[in-house]
């Protein structure tokens, strides 16, 4: 079985506007739930 190659990712690098953090926020929340590793 082959590997997974990933590489580094900084949300913040694409997060260019006030609107663009809340939506990323709030896509945070709906997928996270109430688990707190995906408020981090």
């Known amino acids: 079985m082959e590997k997974?190659?990933?590489?580094?990712?900084?949300?913040?690098?694409?997060?260019?506007?006030e609107k663009d953090v809340a939506e990323y926020f709030e896509a945070c929340l709906l997928e996270g739930g109430e688990s707190p590793k995906h408020s981090v």
């Open 4 to 17: 997974i190659k990933t590489r580094p990712w900084d949300s913040a690098e694409y997060l260019k506007t």
